[in-house]
C-alpha cells in the first residue's frame, strides 16, 4: 500500500508547505539514492494559497482546467483520469508531480458543501493512481475545511508540525483528536497521527526549550514526535529562489534536520509499519 502522507494544523505560519514540499523532494533523492526502481511521489495541493504549488512549480496560475478544482469538479466516474491529466512535473525534480492547487478551491468547497460524498472527491481518484508512486504527500489549509477533511481522508498518515510557541498540550491534543474523528467519523482506519513535527525551534530561546521538553514528556504526545527543525533564514531564501532547502542550503541547519525526517518517513515505506 502507497503510503500518504498529509501535513496538517489548523494554525497559519508553522511550516507546513516548507515541511511537505521539501519531505516530498527528500524521499524522491533518497530512494533514487538508494537505487529504488519507483522514486517518483506526487505532492498534491490542497490550500488554495498554492504556496506550495507556487515554490515547487515556479506558478500558481492554475485553475479550471489543470488544477485540483478540475479533479474535484469532474464527473467521478472520469476523476481518475482527470487527476493525471493536471499532474505537472515540479521544477526540482521531474519524479516528483505536483498536483497543483488553484484560487478557485475556496469556491468549490462552497459548490461541494452538502453533496452526498463530497468528502470522497479526492480519495476515490487517488486510490485509482497510488500504484504510480512510492509515497504521496498532501499539503493542507491552515483549517479543518472541507478541503482538509477530504486531504485527511485521503490519507495514512497525519503529520502535525507545530512552532514551540504552540506545544500546549491541550492545543496539539485537539488537533489529534480532530484528526481521530475524521478517522472515525468518515470510517477510515488506515489514517492515524504518525507524527509531530517541530519547527522554527530556537535553542537559545528558554521557552522553546521549554515546550519541547514537556511535549517529549507527555504520555500521548511524546512518541509522537518525529523531528524538531531549527529556526534558519536559508528557508525563506529558499522559497524566494523556489528550490527545496536542499538544493539552496544542503549543509544548512534545517536541511540536516529534514533530512533526518524524510530519512525516517523512508524507513517506514520500506518496512511497510508505523512512523
Known sequence: MTRVF???????GVGKSTSATNTAYGIVSMLRHAGAANPRVLLIDTDSQAHATLVTTGSKDYGADDSLYTVLMADRHNAAQTLLNCLVPSTWDADLHVLPASSMLEGA??????LAGAPYRLADPLNQITNRYAAIVIDTRPSFSLMTEMGLIAATDAIVPVEPRYL??????????KINEVRDGWRQPNLRVSGILVTKMNARIRGHKYLLDELK?????GPLLLGVVPVNEAVSYAHQCHQSI???APTAPASKAYMDIVAKLVRTLAAGGAA
Open 6 to 12: 498529509v501535513f496538517t494544523n489548523h494554525k497559519g
Open 109 to 114: 468547497e462552497r459548490e461541494l458543501n452538502g
Open 246 to 248: 536542499f538544493e539552496y
Open 217 to 221: 514528556s507527555h504520555s500521548v504526545l
Open 168 to 177: 500546549e498540550t491541550v492545543g496539539l491534543m485537539s488537533v489529534v483528536g
